[in-house]
């Protein structure tokens, strides 16, 4: 279930989106370098000549800095490798798609792709990310949800739904999701961090 700050929409504004048809490549790409990096809110997926420009919230931006801090934590605790990517325009032209994570990361030796991508779910519509990512080729994909964190991995050309993560399989979804949820609530991020960083060593 949503928490309470997450439905005030006079407290997080609501997002905007705007889907275009017919779009060419060579116009996806003028309004990249036009964009450059002056408007970090907006986020531009591409999917076989549709184009869909999205604004991001408040609650959006909150939601996807907490996961990413807590994972980054995370991995710190555990010794894992993890290369944050951040936000960075990932496009293959041969696949016609192109887009910007809320959050990813690469796992492993750098490649083009990320290994791992985060999205965050507010608002409903648009292009199916999953279908841009499979002609990426990102390993895996996580979406949160109400409160939840749900993985999909690439088999294939598709992605499967699964309970774990297979590229970072011991770690608690739920818990990491239950200190996201918490966060939303509080506006400590620096102690939330902490906290979480706690829970893992006493484990």
């Known amino acids: 279930m949503a928490t309470a700050m997450e439905t005030s929409s006079s407290m997080w504004p609501p997002e905007g989106r705007v889907v275009l048809r017919g779009v060419s490549w060579a116009r996806y790409e003028a309004l990249l370098a036009a964009l450059g990096d002056d408007y970090p809110s907006l986020r531009l997926t591409y999917l076989k000549g549709t184009l869909e420009i999205m604004t991001t919230s408040r ?54 792709f990320p290994d791992l991508a985060i999205e965050v779910v507010h608002t409903h519509g648009g292009i ?19 409160g939840a964190i749900a993985v999909y991995a690439l ?19 739920a818990q990491l999701a239950s200190f996201v949820s918490r966060g939303l609530g509080e506006r400590d991020q620096t102690a939330l961090v902490r906290a979480y960083r706690d829970a893992l060593r006493s484990e």
């Open 59 to 112: 609650l959006h931006e909150r939601i996807k800095k907490l996961l990413a801090r807590l994972l980054e934590m995370w991995a710190v605790e555990r010794g894992r490798t993890l290369e944050g990517e951040g936000s960075a325009t990932f496009r293959k032209r041969e696949a016609e798609r192109g887009l910007e994570p809320d959050e990813c990361y690469m796992l492993g030796p750098d490649r083009d």
């Open 128 to 146: 199916d990310k999953l279908d841009v990512y499979a002609g990426l080729g990102v390993r895996e994909v996580w979406f949160w949800e109400d």
């Open 155 to 173: 088999v294939g050309e598709r992605y499967e739904r699964h309970s774990t993560s297979a590229l970072l399989p011991d770690l608690d979804l």
